[in-house]
């Protein structure tokens, strides 16, 4: 997908060269092939163009970046990981990248504060380690976990599979280093719990995806790291059935609840069908599953879990579950939850959507939907999975059996306007969790508040009055 | 004390007249004694003026006062409990008091979603008690819990003895509805756990002490009832070893850990001698005291306790503890605790603090802190207590036995100087949950990150280009 709307005038060289002073030249890229990396994306679903991308070692230097871009005018991208799904870091019309990547020091971990002040290109599996190694956890998971950064995933505002219990990335930052379109560093960085001293500027920065200033440290909060995990792989009726599961294993396990992700019997059958040694952890197909997990400081996850699993059996909510026995069968039942979107790719074209509502409304939303749906398409498959416990619904659609894939993929937005619309009387939102982009960027004004979006466009006059900042997206 | 800085001039009855029309003529009231409750407060610091108290009783009546407001350049202080302790509810310069009493409807509970949607006025100890009715938890709770109401708690941000394991007041909130400064009514209510659609406002008015617009109601979580509470009272050595301690819990109970509070030798005394009915739990006399409290979904928190505490026993951090045996005694830990405030008054002048650092650093907050106070004043008494989970220290100081009360709170701004200097070097917050309002207002740019000052006088200017919402509040 190319996305270009406005033209960038060339940079001049003499730029270039100022722009080559501050981060040395080994880390100022003009090359195509140097750039290639940052233009394009792994899914190959948007390509970019840029004339310089820069690599900054340190705030300072990130600082005179904008400095200099404020000056002349110049606008940029800020780019983690590189894994976002929504186009927000990729420079659609010729932007400068700026890579944050090298910026990837552990600045400090604070066991007794249950603190770690990061740089944002550190990635977020390096994160998790840092962390494991001092005995304590950092709850953010996620599929792009290996390549993904902190600073991306604030920027976004990343949920991932542990937000029912641990919250998402925004829960997790207590403090914010962040540089201002001109320059200027906002030092907001705090190892505080309870700081009342004037207006919240953490949160205008998470989830701006860049376009408001550029995050390049965080202290995020750790957790005691749990001694006892337990997964169990549930076979049940219905998302209702579900959705009593969930409330009794809430009553039952609070915060030791930690995942609870709904699975629809197609996507298990196909993640069954195209991952390689996914096995069904069950004798007998279901209509729907269940994979739920309990992350305990005790060792009680084992009787909490047999205890609410007896419950809902009892009360005919579950048909079948299997408690993982050790630590392969649970790696094999997360494989199986976490192939899924891989595997929908050998049935052909599919439709995507990262949709939440409130959690009592999920039921309804699939039902609705996959009526809507297969009226719209006769034939297309609906496979929605995801996280139950946030009302975080992957509602992704594959192609009818057989049908031609860009044939398909064209009805994209006709999908979207029969899904969004249900989303939205139900109370939901068209983005839990990868964000806007550019890839929903159009869509926004139609959803969103009226107030909220003339306050969004303050916002950003307020803090990038030159529009430099990560142009084009969100807005 | 009387805040009065700036001259408002007097109200034309013609504009009266209009306000009336608005929210009908009961709820405007312009008589002295029927104004007075609204413009002075409890514990009588401080005493504003105002020739108008208006009390809406729906959204559209406070987004047409604020809508005339703007249209007049009137300004508009909001006012929800009048419990705050810095000043921010008063009009002290003779603006129109908004009070929100009077939008009290719980609109919404929804149990499956847990989540509860309240109006503004609603009085905190009756959202907990909405929240019991239907066997969820509301955990909010602070000392003015019987008259200050949600939309003052999200406006100041409120923490609380439950912080440590449920959050401040912003972590509980989903959604708001907001009035800006010009009428225009911002619809975030919302029941989502997630919704990456565009920048957060919510966070922008939680905290922002109605400077920013007037809160009319919010979305906030439930949680799952806990069927086990228990609390221990723990006689140790030094705030030190307390962090051992919280250090241990923490690892041993995560998130069923609800409470932590640091109580000095000598609050222990004060509230043992001046409060009604208060004894000592503990057969002999410690250095200082924790009051910890687990609250379990299950039957396990007495049994996480006792091996917390043998634990702790074993290594030598506690020197005594003991177990409430029954919800009797439960209550009168609490209440030793509760009492601390109060039982200061009878040992003459206080000079009392709100402030917060890394928990890691409390220790060295506190020992740095009661030295430096009492060189300053010579037999100055400490006296430390709170929520150490949080890192949140009531820091007060009671007069030397026998001086005079107005000398010594003559003294407050040296005190603050000395103690806020320690604060600052451990990177620790002056207000750490009662907020800025006036009492801190001028200090504030003294400690506060330049360019977030900056950027909160952006935000202020961005949202009421007039000054009218509770103008001299926070900046």
Known sequence: ?????????????????????????????????????????????????????????????????????????????????NTGLVGGQTPHNGEVVVSMRRMDRTREIDTASNTMTCEAGVVLQVAQQRAAEVDRLFPLSLGAEGSCTIGGNLSTNAGGTAALAYGIARDMALG????????????????????????????????????LGI???????????????????VGLK?????????????????????????????????????????????????????????????N?????????????????IVDDAVIAANLTQRSAFWKLRDEMSAAQKPEGGSIKHDISVPVAAVPEFIEQADAAVVKLIPGARPVPFGHLGDGNIHYNLSQPIGADAADFLARWHDVNDVVFEIVLRLGGSISAEHGIGVLKRDELPEVKDKVAIELMRSIKAMLDPLGIMNPGKVL
């Open 176 to 211: 914010l280093e962040v540089v201002l379109a001109d320059g200027r560093v906002l030092n907001a960085l705090s190892k505080l719990k309870k700081d009342n001293t004037g207006y919240d500027l953490r949160n205008l920065f998470i989830g701006a995806e860049g376009t």
């Open 238 to 298: 219905s998302p209702a059935q579900a959705l009593k599961l969930l409330t009794i294993s809430q009553n039952e396990a609070a915060g030791t609840l930690t995942s609870f992700e709904l699975l629809a019997h197609i996507a298990v059958d196909f993640s069954i069908r195209h991952g390689i040694g996914v096995r069904d952890p069950l004798p007998n197909k279901h209509p729907w599953y269940v994979l739920m997990e309990l992350s305990s400081p005790r």
């Open 215 to 233: 995050i390049t440290a965080a202290t995020v909060k750790l957790f005691p790291k749990p001694h006892a995990v337990e997964t169990a792989f």
């Open 300 to 316: 009680d996850a084992r009787d909490t879990l047999e205890a609410i699993l007896a419950s809902a059996m009892e009360q005919d």
């Open 1 to 81: 997908m190319n996305v270009a709307q406005s033209t960038i005038p060339p940079l001049p060289p003499e730029l270039v060269a100022k722009f080559r002073q501050i981060v040395g030249d080994k880390y100022a890229m003009t090359d195509a092939a140097d750039i290639e990396p940052y233009v394009t994306e792994e899914r190959n679903l948007f390509h970019g163009r840029s004339p310089l991308v820069l690599r900054p070692a340190s705030t300072a230097e990130v600082a005179a970046i904008c400095k200099l871009a404020s000056e002349h005018k110049i606008a940029l991208v800020p780019q983690g990981g």
